[in-house]
């Protein structure tokens, strides 16, 4: 392994041909991923950049600007700088570099490996450890925060909402009643504290479904998609590809109805003569998903989906 190659165990890119493909890299061309993980993505974009060409890898976790240095350091580290920060300032942040327009952005929404495989991360339910979540663990609320605080119908909200959970409501009551003086602080003390509401044979389904929804409470995670999917609009170039990879139907939903239509719910706005005004011509009539080759090597690549999109050539209003 050279020492520009990123550790495979800390993060496995997930459908990673198929990523490149999507963003039909130019050696001379500019690209974003906004989400560096744990750098298999980038690694394999700036393998295949040129001199003119460069990456901007964009994440807020500390861990992952740490495994960033390693590119940094590389034969390739003049052509690839890291932004940590939350790819919501996607626009912000490449205008301050003077890094607009793009050639094609890539996005993998997924939690990485090595954030899954770290135990006080909290972000998987195989293991004990602090109920913590945050994408970025050095500041806002964790998710120990978000069951201890909320109030029931709060709490009711978020796991119908965003877990998707059947029985959302006795659930909500279950952690107010658990949670008592001491609160509920770990792992464990979740899966006690529910214990009565999970589905017998359906636990590790259920217990998915709980985590899906406080990790995207504690990280705001559909609001920051959308804010990010309406700037690509404005820092890609005409002709310039998104390439969007989600891991549940919340996620691929707004990327799909974003494609498709340029908005998150209704349809394409028209012009006065009834021409969809659409920023992105869609590449992906049906979402491209992992062969059974990757899924025998890497489970979990088993829910992502994949969809490309090219920038249309018209003007858009700097504000929509």
Not at 110 to 133: A, C, H, I, K
Not at 152 to 163: K, N, S, T
Not at 172 to 184: C, D, F, N, S, Y
Request: net charge negative; charged share 25%.
């Amino acid at each position: 392994m050279s020492m520009d190659t990123p550790n495979a165990t800390y993060h496995r890119p997930v459908m990673l041909q198929e990523c490149l493909e999507g963003l039909d890299l130019r050696p001379d061309g500019r690209y974003v991923d906004v989400t560096f993980g744990g750098g298999g993505h980038s690694w394999a974009i700036l393998e295949r950049l040129g001199p003119q060409g460069h990456l901007f890898s964009f994440d807020q976790d500390a861990d992952a600007e740490r495994q960033a240095q390693v590119l940094q350091q590389g034969p390739r580290g003049d052509r690839f700088t890291f932004i940590r920060a939350n790819f919501g300032e996607l626009q912000r942040e490449l205008d301050h570099r003077s890094a607009i327009p793009v050639d094609g952005l890539l996005a993998d929404l997924g939690v990485s490996s090595y954030q899954f495989d770290t135990p006080e991360r909290g972000f998987s339910t195989r293991f004990d450890g602090p109920l913590d979540m945050r994408m970025n663990p050095e500041e806002g609320p964790t998710a120990a925060d978000v069951v201890n605080e909320y109030a029931e119908g709060e709490l009711h909200r978020i796991f119908g909402m965003y877990g998707e959970v059947q029985n959302a409501r006795t659930l909500a009551k279950a952690v107010v009643q658990a949670r008592g003086t001491r609160g509920i602080q770990t792992i464990a003390d979740l899966k006690k504290a529910i214990a009565s509401c999970t589905p017998r044979g359906k636990e590790n389904k259920y217990l998915a479904q709980v985590f899906q929804a406080l990790r995207i409470e504690v990280n705001n995670e559909l609001e920051v998609l959308q804010a990010m999917l309406t700037q690509c609009a404005q820092v890609l170039r005409p002709g310039g590809r998104l390439v969007v990879m989600s891991y549940h139907s919340l996620e691929d939903r707004l990327v799909k109805n974003y494609l498709a239509a340029g908005k998150f719910f209704g349809e394409a706005d028209k012009d006065l003569y009834g021409n969809p005004q659409k920023p992105f011509e869609v590449l992906t009539r049906k979402p491209i998903t992992a062969s059974e080759e990757e899924l025998q090597l890497n489970n979990r690549a088993r829910s992502a989906k994949l969809r490309v999109g090219i920038r249309n050539d018209f003007p858009l209003n700097p504000k929509s």
